[in-house]
């Protein structure tokens, strides 16, 4: 039988030793090797005396061409020969420990694997088996085994499984052996299904005989036994099986004895597999319980401790960190319910969703327990830092949450109401049909209602108030209220058929910060033709001298709280008696001002001015009246558009459903950006694992917590705890606020705990609260304990913010980020099923910081980010009216009531018509269209200070703002969720619901505010004037710098794998330019992070709907970073309210480049984009920082180095996630050439 000579590599010299030994083996297979034993034993022991000598016969046999491999397994199979079997199986030995990943991988797709397992099933069917056989055999197979992916199955069907479970037993003496075939156990273990049948078999006991107390022979042997272990008992029938057999107790004792006997850290190996065992057992319900009963907790919280100052024994540390993380006792929230602590009854419940079901729940039902537990199933969730559950679940639905409909791809531009219904719209854009005829264009002459002698100086720029006009006999202004004050000013009077009015008197006093003159209210009051009594004697301590300022610091501690605005009285919410008539003036203001007179009254110890409440004592009102005068701050050349005397009054016309009757120093105050740079935070090393350690210390040591309540929303009428002055005090009873309850943990600690929104059971994100009774130079920590998102920007560098009374008093009125060892992490709070949607076992998260206090008796406040409250745009609102010259076209209107009964300003700014020829009427009247919105979720700040940016610009002087007017005209709804704002809410409305997911079917009723907002829209799609631009501005809390998201049916169905012709894909490519402009004109801006893909779950956001319905193809939501940025100007730093008004003042220049870029004849912008964006077609891939489906937040994939505290350092880091993103990004980058440098 004539068989094909041995293939040889080109280049291989044919008369190779090695090849001619192979081809004399290939010749004797089959019959000819059995018959021929002698001369099969030479040459194959040859064959490995040249491989074993000569590196290049190795790599002859393995050359690519060569057919060395299947030979040796051909001879492998055939022999019966032991020693001729040995020899082979030397050879393969020997091939495979050189370049041992192509070799094997070559071994195993040749069928090497299953030739093993069938030698070794004959030879253990020997009796004795050959011992060498079977150490060379195993010995090949745990080489092989990590690398053959079908290694368990083959292995289980050949019932090579029992062969090696049989020697191990027969061999536990016998540590050459015993050691090849633990290698084999550890691989099989690694199948699920095997290691339920190797527990049936007793190998989980057999483990357990190998496994030995501390001794320094047989290390090797130990620590492949662990593996196998640890392997065996990720089964959760094998893990009960130990624990039923009281193996946890064994393992936490042999822990302890490596732990201590190990001092110079050689055998880290066999402690790390001890604790991997641990680890696995307690993934189970019974393991947790098995290791809390053997003092597990104590064990390896002081083994660990001792292991922290050597570095190397970090995944000790780790490890055990998780372990006991994962055993420490879940807890509820020390709250009696999640809902909100102020509840809110809805005129109607909608009839499906999360609000239909918090008004189902039976009464008396605790929807804070949570019965089950956790990490039944696995320990996935638990095994990563970052805990980022949604986000894995974002990254598996990325490309599933792409709109795939063409039909919704393409903008079907239909108003969807009957022009009837929209015709009284007409009367919010006067604009569009003023002829201006009654109006002298004279540039002596005022065009504005508001319009004064604007001086840069305070003392000669007095406070002036706008004329009265119509007002509902409902809301008649508090005392001295300005007319701005009223939230429903205007809004039941006609339209007023022009904009000039008549200017007011100009008698009236001007207002210096130094000494408050009250004549001004008289004058305000005469001319709103309200009765003035006389307030002189209540107020009369403002206008004492300031020489008293020396007494400020030792009288603050009990005065700087909250000013109070309550009545001797119940506070009536309407600002008017049940008769109807004005609250008479002596309604006592508290005004912050007054430091003597309040400090008697605040007696219990509480963290607010409660004086007027059941906390405080019943003393008169007039004791200790005269006090020393608290100097405020003089801000005015600084903050032109603040006035703290104009904020109080805007607050007493501002609703909330707590009734707040107190303003924060903050907002009264004023905020002044610093001058210096406040870089990201630097994360050190291990922060996160030592404040977990302090959180299990609780657990070790309970002795040591206080556990002390003293600050409860939920305790009726008095959330303050009496105190006895070791405690700290807090606050959050004013507008925004948001603190529920604060206890005291130990004698520096607290633990925080937020309110949900209202009429919801979630959404803790937003705080703001104020703090006093600190101590000077002590560090304290603070624990905000029931955060509910799985990443956070605390995490990358972000800090909280932090604003000290004492600083604002001695000049520098200013939020400044603030706090050390600051971290964010999965804590041992479970938060029940109703709170998560119907999922099981969820945590809660705790964002922790620490900070300490630089002067004495302050008073300090603490925030999310840099407040900015509903009745602080009011003051804004007005002052910029006092900014408008005869030039600029400034009408506001009241669009619509909340359901809380705060008004919903609506603005529209132009530049006036230069006369009232046809020409420039037509001019004006034709311009196109700006539609800004902000503010539709409450915690985004941000978004204010940027929108604020952009009406300081519009109002501003400089030519480019007056072009910018010139060439638009704007429709600014600056604050769509006013109720969510003041109540402190951070996304809903008091509907319950996200208002930004409710633009498809909006309710008159629920979401007045996006009802009417898009009725504004669909009135302008109806004439035919739909927006050039609409954009709505948001904050991002997982992402850095500012970008845009957009609408291109282009771009998502590159993003998906829909098929689509030419025409479907056909759409205008100017959606682009004005995130491509910004990008260059903007620092802070990012055009990598903008994404232009439609998702299904944001089908009902401002943005696809206005890009839909409206028809408005530069459609966009503009978030802005809460953290900082990444790239250009700011990288490494933190946003301050500087760059985000610096953003939406960019943002007017970007619309003025606009302009030019959409002008008649020029088009080369548009080709340039379409070579911009021509390379993305044939990029298929799944970007998961584009789209997202919970919460608008893209997975978080910020690299981070969390090496020092991971929760299990096998984990795959999150790192090579992030290339791969990095890569999209450094793609996305490419589309904008002029690159200098993402949730609705």
Not at 1081 to 1086: C, G, K, L, T
Not at 1130 to 1158: D, H, P, W
């Amino acid at each position: 039988m004539n068989k094909p000579k041995m293939a040889t590599e080109k280049g291989v010299p044919s008369n190779s030793r090695v090849l001619m030994l192979l081809g004399q083996l290939e010749r004797m297979n089959g019959e000819a090797m059995m018959r021929d034993v002698e001369t099969a034993r030479q040459v194959t022991a040859k064959i490995f005396h040249l491989i074993q000598t000569q590196e290049k016969s190795g790599k002859e046999v393995m050359s690519k061409g060569s057919s060395g491999m299947e030979v040796i397994l051909a001879s492998l199979e055939s022999t019966r020969d032991v020693q001729t079997t040995l020899n082979i199986l030397y050879i393969l030995s020997e091939l495979l420990t050189v370049g041992r990943g192509r070799r094997v991988g070559v071994f195993v797709s040749k069928g090497g694997t299953g030739i093993l397992f069938q030698i070794l099933i004959t030879t253990s069917k020997e009796l004795p088996p050959s011992e060498e056989l079977m150490l060379q055999l195993h010995s090949l197979l745990a080489k092989v085994g990590p690398k053959d992916r079908k290694f368990g199955v083959k292995a289980r069907l050949s019932g090579a499984l029992n062969a090696t479970v049989n020697l191990t037993k027969q061999n536990l003496q016998n540590t050459k052996l015993l050691l090849p075939c633990l290698q084999v156990l550890r691989v099989y273990s690694t199948n699920s299904v095997n290691a339920i049948s190797l527990g049936k078999n007793g190998v989980v006991e057999l483990m357990f005989k190998i496994v030995v107390p501390f001794s320094k022979k047989n290390t090797s042997l130990l620590k492949v036994a662990l593996d196998a272990l640890g392997a065996l008992l990720k089964s959760k029938t094998n893990a009960r099986r130990a624990v039923d057999a009281g193996h946890v107790h064994v393992l936490l004792a042999l822990y302890q004895d490596w732990h201590h006997n190990d001092t110079r850290h050689r055998h880290m190996l066999i402690r790390k597999g001890l604790l991997v065992c641990l680890r696995n057992i307690t993934n189970i319900k019974l393991g947790r319980k098995a290791f809390i009963d053997a003092d597990g907790m104590r064990i390896l919280y002081y083994s660990s401790t001792e292991c922290l100052p050597v570095r190397t024994l970090d995944p000790l540390v780790n490890t055990s960190s998780l372990i006991m993380r994962k055993c420490f006792p879940k807890n509820r929230l020390p709250l009696p319910t999640i809902k909100s602590a102020f509840h809110y009854q809805l005129p109607h419940v909608p009839a499906v969703g999360p609000v239909a079901q918090l008004y189902s729940q039976p009464l008396g039902v605790d929807d804070v327990v949570d019965e089950s537990d956790d990490n039944e199933e696995t320990d996935a969730d638990t095994e990563n830092d970052t805990d980022n559950e949604e986000d894995e679940k974002d990254q598996h639905t990325a490309n599933e949450d792409i709109e795939t409909d063409l039909n919704k791809l393409h903008p079907k531009k239909n108003p969807g109401r009957p022009f009837e219904e929209l015709k009284v719209y007409e009367r919010f854009f006067l604009e569009l049909s003023e002829d201006f005829q009654g109006y002298n264009f004279e540039p002596s002459k005022s065009a504005s209602t508001t319009s004064s002698s604007f001086s840069s100086t305070r003392a000669t720029r007095p406070i002036i108030v706008p004329t009265a006009q119509a007002l509902s006999p409902k809301h008649v202004p508090i005392t001295s209220c300005q007319e701005d004050c009223n939230p429903t000013k205007a809004e039941r009077a006609p339209p007023s058929p022009s904009v000039p009015t008549p200017a007011p008197p100009a008698s009236l006093t001007p207002l210096e910060l130094d000494t408050i003159h009250l004549t001004k209210d008289q004058d305000r009051k005469e001319e709103a033709r309200i009765p003035s009594p006389d307030t002189h004697t209540t107020l009369s301590s403002l206008t004492r001298p300031p020489s008293q300022a020396q007494t400020i610091e030792q009288d603050l501690a009990h005065v700087l709280e909250c000013v109070s605005l309550e009545a001797e009285g119940a506070l009536n919410t309407e600002g008017v008696k049940q008769d109807g008539s004005p609250v008479n003036a002596t309604r006592h203001i508290q005004s912050p001002l007054l430091l003597g007179g309040i400090a008697t009254r605040r007696v219990g110890g509480g963290g607010g001015s409660n004086w007027g409440s059941d906390c405080g004592s019943e003393g008169t009102e007039d004791e200790g009246g005269e006090g020393a005068v608290l100097e405020v701050p003089d801000t005015a050349l600084l903050l032109p558009l603040h006035d703290p005397d104009l904020y109080v009054e805007m607050v007493k016309g501002t609703h909330s459903v707590p009734q707040y009757a107190e303003v924060a120093y903050p907002d009264y105050f004023g905020h002044i950006a610093p001058t210096f740079r406040e870089p990201l935070q630097e994360r050190v090393y291990g922060v996160q694992r030592s404040k977990i350690f302090q959180d299990i210390e609780r657990l070790i040591h309970p002795n040591d917590i206080v556990d002390k309540v003293v600050y409860d929303l939920d305790i009726p009428s008095c959330p303050v705890i009496e105190d006895n002055g070791e405690s700290l005090k807090f606050n959050s009873q004013f507008e925004s606020g948001n603190l529920r309850k604060a206890v005291q943990m130990r004698k520096y600690e607290y633990d925080l705990v937020l309110n949900s929104d209202i009429n919801s059971n979630h959404y803790h994100q937003w705080f703001y609260f104020e703090v006093s009774g600190m101590r000077v130079g002590t560090t304290y920590r603070f624990n905000i304990i029931n955060s509910e998102k799985s990443n956070s920007q605390f995490n990358y560098g972000m800090q909280v913010l932090m604003y000290s009374v004492q600083e604002a008093i001695s000049g520098r009125p200013r939020w400044v980020r603030t706090g050390t060892d600051i971290c964010y992490y999965k804590n041992h709070f479970a938060r029940s099923s109703i709170a998560a949607g119907g999922q099981k076992g969820k945590s809660y998260y705790t964002m922790t910081f620490s900070t300490s206090f630089s002067h004495k008796d302050d008073v300090c406040y603490f925030a999310y980010h840099y407040p900015y409250t509903y009745s602080t745009l009011k003051m804004h609102l007005s002052k910029l009216e006092a900014l408008r010259t005869p030039q600029i076209y400034l009408r506001r209107d009241v669009l619509c009531e909340t359901l809380g009964g705060n008004s919903c300003p609506l603005l529209t700014i132009t530049a006036m018509p230069e006369s009232n020829s046809n020409d420039h009427i037509c001019q004006f009247r034709n311009r196109p269209l700006i539609f800004l919105s902000a503010r539709v979720h409450p915690g985004e700040t941000n978004a204010s200070w940027v929108m604020k940016g952009t009406l300081e610009f519009l109002m501003g002087t400089s030519p480019l703002a007056a072009s910018l007017r010139e060439a638009y005209i704007f429709k600014i709804v600056p604050m769509l969720n006013p109720d969510g704002v003041v109540n402190g809410n951070h996304r809903c409305s008091l509907s319950g619901e996200d208002l930004n997911r409710q633009w498809q079917n909006p309710n008159p009723e629920l979401h007045p505010t996006i009802y009417h907002t898009k009725s504004l829209l669909q009135y302008l799609a109806h004439i035919q004037r739909a927006p050039l631009v609409f954009c709505d501005y948001h904050g991002h809390s997982r992402k850095k710098n500012v970008f845009m998201y957009g609408c291109s049916v282009k771009e998502t169905v590159w993003q998906s794998n829909i098929s689509a012709t030419s025409s479907d894909l056909h759409e205008d490519l100017g959606y682009r330019a004005l995130p491509k402009i910004l990008s260059q004109i903007a620092p802070a801006f990012s055009m990598a992070s903008c994404s232009f893909v439609v998702e299904r779950s944001k089908e009902s956001t401002a943005r696809v709907v206005v890009w839909r319905e409206i028809g408005v193809q530069r459609s966009y939501t503009m978030e802005s970073t809460l953290c900082g940025c990444d790239q250009g100007k700011y990288k490494g730093l933190q946003i301050g309210t500087r760059e985000l008004e610096e953003m939406g003042a960019q943002f007017c220049v970007a619309l003025l480049r606009l302009k030019r870029l959409t002008g008649i004849r020029n088009h080369q912008h548009l080709l340039d984009l379409e070579s911009d964006i021509i390379g993305t077609q044939s990029k298929v891939v799944s970007s998961p920082t584009t789209y997202v489906v919970e919460e608008d937040e893209p997975s978080f994939l910020e690299e981070i180095d969390y090496s020092a505290e991971s929760n299990d350092e096998d984990a795959e880091p999150e790192i090579e996630h992030g290339i791969e993103v990095q890569e999209n990004a450094n793609h996305l980058d490419r589309l904008s050439d002029c690159e200098t440098n993402h949730k609705d």
